[in-house]
């Protein structure tokens, strides 16, 4: 028999875990007929606002179903880079933007314009779950830098610099981020940058979270100097605009050439974003940043529930998010295995979590819950989790 290719086979090596078996169990508890409160992961529990789906079926009715444009029809990429000059303190070129299934294809694109084989792309703990993954499918290898939950997981620019081989071709940098909602400051930034500079790296920037900051202000490291030129800029709809399904985002290239070879990419991919998809895109940025900061405030007062509520327990440390849908807790000082009080807590209460090491080794000892339940399912979730941390015992 023929094989597998060793490069596909190496996406998720043996023996990974993927962080997602706590998630398998619930819906396989909620198919038996458990009441499960689900806060695994971060899709929202309320629909894509009502204009955008009209203008999706808009569309459809008119029989926009042919094959989608590629680079991204000009309309959209017009308001996205209306919007990103606006988001990222530059001034964005349309021709440098290529619309994307999702952000998760532009992160794929990212690692396959910047790695050859066995080049060596540097990885922020904690860091998004496929991000790994996604630089190993593309032949790369990912190297991963520890950060501190004690200095709220901002990376320390000479743990970065130490890291820097002469197989390095570039940074994967995530702030806002997930998992921790930590917003990175612009000495981190600048830090980072200056290394981008001084070794002739790639930045790859995940912003997808930029609508959601609470605390602080969103600073893209594409517009400090020197940066625009070695940025990618890797965003999407699907956080901002509830579109998660709709596989809506995009890639700001840093230059003409960078964007024709994303371009060459999805032609032997996907072929380009589905146009009845594209149009409602557009619909939703002409709408302004209206659908963005009310989806924002829904999460904002969420959060701000759920430390709250979390805070009563006498035992966890909560890490209060800056931004993003997420909130990080702290079990290190009473709890060994947070894999193991994640799947305990959901035998007893019916409350999924993710395992911190999901994200890498600086959040073991961790548990993420994402706020994308109702607001009284999840606070009745963070009443239960609490209770439960006050009477754990590993005996």
Same mark, same amino acid.
């Given at each position: 028999? %023929?094989?597998?290719?060793?490069?596909?086979?190496?996406?998720?090596?043996?023996?990974?875990?993927?962080?997602?078996?706590?998630?398998?169990?619930?819906?396989?508890?909620?198919?038996?007929?458990?009441?499960?409160?689900?806060?695994?992961? &971060?899709?929202?529990?309320?629909?894509?606002?009502?204009?955008?789906?009209?203008?999706?079926?808009?569309?459809?009715?008119?029989?926009?179903?042919?094959?989608?444009?590629?680079?991204?029809?000009?309309?959209?990429?017009?308001?996205?880079?209306?919007?990103?000059?606006?988001?990222?303190?530059?001034?964005?070129?349309?021709?440098?933007?290529?619309?994307?299934?999702?952000?998760?294809?532009?992160?794929?694109?990212?690692?396959?314009?910047?790695?050859?084989?066995?080049?060596?792309?540097?990885?922020?703990?904690?860091?998004?779950?496929?991000?790994?993954?996604?630089?190993?499918?593309?032949?790369?290898?990912?190297?991963?830098?520890?950060?501190?939950?004690?200095?709220?997981?901002?990376?320390?620019?000479?743990?970065?610099?130490?890291?820097?081989?002469?197989?390095?071709?570039?940074?994967?940098?995530?702030?806002?981020?997930?998992?921790?909602?930590?917003?990175?400051?612009?000495?981190?930034?600048?830090?980072?940058?200056?290394?981008?500079?001084?070794?002739?790296?790639?930045?790859?920037?995940?912003?997808?979270?930029?609508?959601?900051?609470?605390?602080?202000?969103?600073?893209? %490291?594409?517009?400090?100097?020197?940066?625009?030129?070695?940025?990618?800029?890797?965003?999407?709809?699907?956080?901002?605009?509830?579109?998660? &399904?709709?596989?809506?985002?995009?890639?700001?290239?840093?230059?003409?050439?960078?964007?024709?070879?994303?371009?060459?990419?999805?032609?032997?991919?996907?072929?380009?974003?589905?146009?009845?998809?594209?149009?409602?895109?557009?619909?939703?940025?002409?709408?302004?940043?209206?659908?963005?900061?009310?989806?924002?405030?829904?999460?904002?007062?969420?959060?701000?529930?759920?430390?709250?509520?979390?805070?009563?327990?006498?035992?966890?440390?909560?890490?209060?998010?800056?931004?993003?849908?997420?909130?990080?807790?702290?079990?290190?000082?009473?709890?060994?295995?947070?894999?193991?009080?994640?799947?305990?807590?959901?035998?007893?209460? &019916?409350?999924?979590?993710?395992?911190?090491?999901?994200?890498?080794?600086?959040?073991?000892?961790?548990?993420?819950?994402?706020?994308?339940?109702?607001?009284?399912?999840?606070?009745?979730?963070?009443?239960?989790?609490?209770?439960?941390?006050?009477?754990?015992?590993?005996?």
């Amino acid at each position: 028999m %023929p094989t597998l290719s060793p490069r596909i086979r190496s996406i998720v090596p043996d023996g990974e875990d993927d962080g997602w078996g706590v998630q398998m169990r619930a819906q396989a508890m909620a198919r038996e007929g458990r009441d499960i409160i689900l806060l695994t992961m &971060g899709d929202h529990d309320f629909p894509t606002m009502k204009g955008i789906r009209e203008a999706c079926g808009a569309a459809l009715k008119t029989g926009r179903t042919g094959y989608g444009s590629i680079h991204g029809i000009v309309p959209l990429r017009r308001n996205i880079a209306k919007r990103g000059s606006a988001v990222h303190g530059f001034e964005v070129d349309q021709d440098l933007v290529v619309v994307s299934m999702g952000g998760q294809a532009a992160l794929f694109a990212t690692a396959m314009t910047c790695l050859d084989p066995r080049d060596e792309a540097i990885v922020i703990e904690p860091y998004y779950a496929t991000y790994a993954q996604t630089i190993r499918a593309a032949g790369g290898v990912p190297v991963t830098i520890g950060t501190s939950a004690d200095q709220r997981f901002q990376p320390d620019v000479d743990t970065l610099r130490a890291a820097i081989t002469p197989r390095t071709r570039m940074i994967l940098c995530n702030s806002p981020n997930n998992p921790s909602g930590v917003v990175y400051t612009r000495e981190t930034l600048e830090g980072i940058a200056a290394l981008c500079i001084e070794h002739d790296l790639w930045l790859v920037s995940d912003e997808v979270y930029h609508s959601q900051v609470y605390d602080g202000a969103h600073l893209s %490291p594409a517009s400090l100097p020197g940066m625009r030129e070695r940025t990618f800029i890797v965003d999407s709809m699907s956080k901002s605009h509830a579109m998660t &399904g709709w596989r809506s985002g995009w890639l700001i290239c840093p230059n003409e050439e960078a964007a024709a070879c994303v371009m060459d990419l999805f032609l032997t991919s996907a072929y380009g974003v589905a146009p009845f998809i594209q149009l409602a895109m557009r619909a939703a940025l002409a709408g302004g940043k209206g659908p963005e900061y009310e989806i924002a405030e829904k999460y904002r007062f969420r959060r701000d529930r759920a430390v709250e509520t979390l805070a009563v327990s006498k035992r966890l440390k909560v890490l209060a998010p800056e931004a993003a849908m997420y909130v990080l807790i702290d079990l290190r000082h009473f709890a060994s295995d947070a894999e193991r009080f994640a799947y305990a807590l959901l035998e007893e209460t &019916g409350v999924a979590v993710m395992p911190g090491d999901s994200f890498g080794a600086s959040t073991a000892g961790h548990i993420r819950i994402s706020l994308t339940a109702p607001e009284e399912k999840l606070v009745e979730a963070c009443t239960l989790i609490a209770g439960f941390a006050d009477k754990w015992s590993e005996t």
